[in-house]
Every structure is written in C-alpha cells, then in structure tokens.
C-alpha cells in the first residue's frame, strides 16, 4: 500500500514537471541573469575559491596568536629501571604520571607574518573580484544570447510577413491565370517559385531562433524549452551615436571592470609574497614558556613514631593524624607513600624561555623561495599587462563593431524607405499590369531583403552598445 502510494506521488511530480515543461513560460532578461548566475559552475567554483582565500586570510591574522599546547602521559615500568623521584636505580614496579602546558609565540621574523597577511588580504579581494568577474561574464553572455532571441524573433515574424504578401501575390496571379489575364505565361510560376522562397526563409529564419533558444538555455544550464517566450526589450529606435570614445570607455574599464581589478591585485598579493620570502631571512625571536608536573608511585617520606604511636610492621601505622600504609619501621621512623594530590602539588614547575634562532645555512632553502617568489611576481605582472591589452583591444573592436551597425542601420533606414516606395510604385503597376511578374518579385525582394538587415543592423547595435556598457561597469535595462 504504502509503495503504491510513492508511485502515484512520483507519477504525479513527474506530469507536473512535463506539463511546465511545455506550457508558454515567458521569460524576462532579469530572471535569465538570476538564473544564469546561480546555475553557472565556473561562478560556483570563483565563489569556493573566495571562501578558501577567506579561510587563509583568517589563518594568517591567528598566526601573530601564541600557540598552546597540553599534554598528560601515563608509564607503567616494570624490574630495574631509573626512579622519576630520586633519579637512581631502583628493582620494582613503578606507575609514573605526567602533567604539562606549554605555550610560545614569535616575537620577531623580520616582518614575515605581518607581509603575510597583507598578501593573504590582496589575495581574498582578488578572489572577490574573481567572483564577480565571472559573474559579469556570464551576464554580459547571457545578454548577447537573450538579444539575439530577440533579433531572430523579430526576423522570423518579419519573414512570416513577407510570406503573406507572396500568398496574396500568389493567389492573385492564380485568379489572373484562370481568368488568362496575367501579362506573361511565366506570371504564375515565378510568383509560385517566390512563395516557395519566402517559405524557406521562415523556415531558416525559425531555424535560427530555435538555435539562439537553446544557445540560451544551455548558457542558463536549464533543460530546453521550445515553447518558453521571451520578453522583448526597447530596441526599436537608435537615440544616436554611443557618446564615448575609445581611449574613454578603456580608461573606465580599467578603473571598473572586476576582471582588471583581480589582476592588480593577485600582483600586489605577489609583492607582499616576496616581502614574506625576504623575512624569512631574518632570524626569528620567539618567547616560550610553561608549567608541568608530575607523580610517581616512588614517591614516599620518612614518618617519626613516638613511644605513643602503636605500628604494625610492614603494614600500617596509627599516628595523630590518621592511618598510614607503612613499607618498612626502623626504630622510630617508617616510610609512607606521598599522596597523589601531594604529589601533584609538590612537584609543579615552570619555565620560560627566550630563543633565537639564526638561519646560517639552510641548503639556499629560503634564498630560493625569494627567487621563486619574484618569479611569481613577474608572471602577476605578465598576466595584469595581457589582461589589460586584451581589453583594449576588445574595447576598440567592440566600438568599431557598434559604430559599424550604427553607420550601417542609418544608411539601411534610408534604403527602407527608398524600396518601400518602389515596391508600392511596382504593386500599382503590376495590378494596372503593365509591369512584369520578375520586376515586380525583384521590388518585393529588395525591400524584403532591406526589412532584414535593418532588423539585424539594430540588434547588433544594440548587443555591441551593451557590451561597451559592461566594460565600464552600468549595464542596464
């Protein structure tokens, strides 16, 4: 019974699952990012990678800390062997406790600790803009896909317009051939023939917005949905040219971009690597101390026994102060066992201790890691300045790109409306049929032709313009 019932309730989880699976989701570019971001491994390992640099940083704050330490020994011994309490030879068994704390701190190592947690710091905030770093990656990824939805769903509604108007052109010319009023045999065939084509590019153009839906879905790491919509964005006019040049939006970027920001800092990080490597150089100051004590079943005294004290020999002895065991008597002394918390107290000791330690020949140990850490340095420094080209370059052919589709959808504007007017000058002479079905499918076809690359001039536009706003850090919708 009961399995029965976990078998209708996964069943029923699992309809649920399929039937949002295929219900019209409507997606906005906000709910993509947030989910983008939250689904990306790379942004999940950056943000692991944080929480370690974290955890070093932590470290090597509690390094300045003393250290502190116990500990607490038992030895059971057993025929001749060294007695804890006198030091000498002694035939017997023994049970011997040890007590000890100890503690220690470096007073001086030439600065090492301190350069350390500069360097752990730098490299903690260079994890956090690595974290945002990729966070940005995958936003302005995200943004690129989204847009391009956005460009091949408009192409495909423009295509599916186009084909419309070759049905109504098509069906006219069919009415024409029947009545034998079309101007050329060849009327009817050519219009078919531009249905035909105006069907495969509602064909190409659906093929190519189900490939930007999946290129997005894959990017959101979420399975694919077909029939997900997606919310259009104000990209319908042009204000004009972006307002910023080149040199500007790098200079920005340099000062914004989280990318740029992790990079001079893991190179400040090495620098203060070096500063630890050199410190270690230096001899090292510590302060140490602690406290031990100990007991031993060794441990006995010698009691006087007055002429009013009664004695068993060899067992136990009445004195004023109570019952004592008694190992041996010899006229008016014995020997008795210190009590274990008499020992405990008895034998409590302390020391301190001020060390110097001075490196004189370690195997070029600590002359190497200075090498090592200047190499490191140098490769930071490799690594900042590559960073900082790549971006300027990316920053120029990103504007480049953006000034392209500017320049290029203003000039494609003005051939709208240029082939608008010819198409409707070419339908007025085609219904007075004094035009030919091929001058009149060439009309169509160029103004066909110049709807789409209008549509693709803006969208470029648009995604170029948004990826110059990444780079200076005020991406928005």
């Known amino acids: 019974m009961q399995l029965r019932k976990y078998l209708l309730t996964v069943l029923s989880i699992s309809c649920s699952i399929i039937s949002y699976a295929q219900q019209d989701t409507v997606l906005t570019l906000q709910q993509c990012l947030d989910i983008a971001i939250k689904n990306n491994l790379n942004v999940k390992q950056n943000g692991l990678a944080m929480m370690q640099d974290k955890i070093y940083l932590n470290q090597a704050r509690e390094n300045l800390l003393p250290s502190i330490s116990g500990s607490a020994s038992r030895e059971l011994s057993q025929g001749r062997g060294l007695s804890p309490v006198t030091n000498t030879y002694v035939n017997q068994s023994l049970t011997s406790d040890n007590y000890g704390l100890s503690g220690s701190i470096t007073v001086f190592n030439g600065l090492a600790l301190q350069s350390a947690i500069k360097q752990a710091s730098l490299a903690y905030q260079a994890g956090t803009m690595d974290f945002q770093s990729a966070k940005d990656l995958v936003t302005v990824n995200v943004i690129t896909g989204y847009l391009s939805i956005l460009d091949a769903d408009e192409v495909l509604g423009q295509s599916k317009s186009q084909l419309a108007v070759a049905k109504e052109n098509l069906d006219r010319s069919e009415v024409l051939e029947k009545d034998g009023a079309n101007k050329v045999a060849s009327d009817l065939t050519d219009f078919k023939g531009a249905y035909a084509q105006s069907q495969v590019n509602v064909v190409l153009a659906q093929n190519s917005l189900d490939a930007a839906k999946l290129n997005l879905f894959q990017l959101l790491n979420i399975p694919y949905n077909k ?10 006019d042009l204000g004009g040219q972006y307002g910023s040049n080149p040199d500007d939006i790098y200079g920005t970027a340099l000062q914004q971009l989280a990318m740029v920001k992790a990079a001079t800092l893991r190179r400040e990080s090495a620098e203060k690597g070096v ?10 100051l510590s302060l140490s101390g602690g406290i031990s004590t100990n007991y031993s079943s060794a441990g006995t005294k010698s009691v006087f026994i007055d002429s009013t004290t009664s004695a068993v020999p ?11 065991s008694v190992f041996s008597t ?6 008795q ?6 020992q405990f107290k008895n034998n409590y000791g302390t020391y301190a201790l001020l060390s110097l330690n001075i490196p004189i020949f370690l195997n070029h140990t600590k002359k190497n890691n200075v090498a090592l850490a200047k190499i490191t340095l140098l490769n930071e420094q490799y690594i900042e ?5 790549q971006l300027k370059q990316s920053v120029e052919q990103a504007y480049y790109n953006m000034s392209a589709a500017y320049n290029r959808y203003q000039s494609l504007k003005a051939q709208v409306d ?10 007025i002479r085609l219904d007075a049929g004094v035009l030919t079905s091929v001058d009149f499918i060439i009309a169509k076809n160029n103004l066909d032709g110049a709807n789409l690359n209008l549509i693709s001039a803006r969208y470029d536009y648009f995604i170029y313009s948004k990826v110059l706003d990444y ?6 919708f």
């Open 227 to 236: 029939n997900a919509k997606f919310q259009t964005l104000n990209a319908q």
């Open 275 to 284: 500063k630890v490597a050199q410190g270690q150089l230096f001899p090292t």
């Open 314 to 324: 060899g067992l136990y002895v009445n004195t004023p102060t109570g019952k004592q």
């Open 330 to 335: 010899s006229a008016n002394n014995a020997t």
């Open 337 to 342: 066992n210190i009590s274990y918390g008499d």
């Open 385 to 389: 300045d590559n960073i900082k080209i």
């Open 418 to 427: 240029a082939y608008t007017e010819s198409y409707r000058i070419a339908k």
């Open 471 to 476: 780079y200076q850090g005020k991406l928005t």
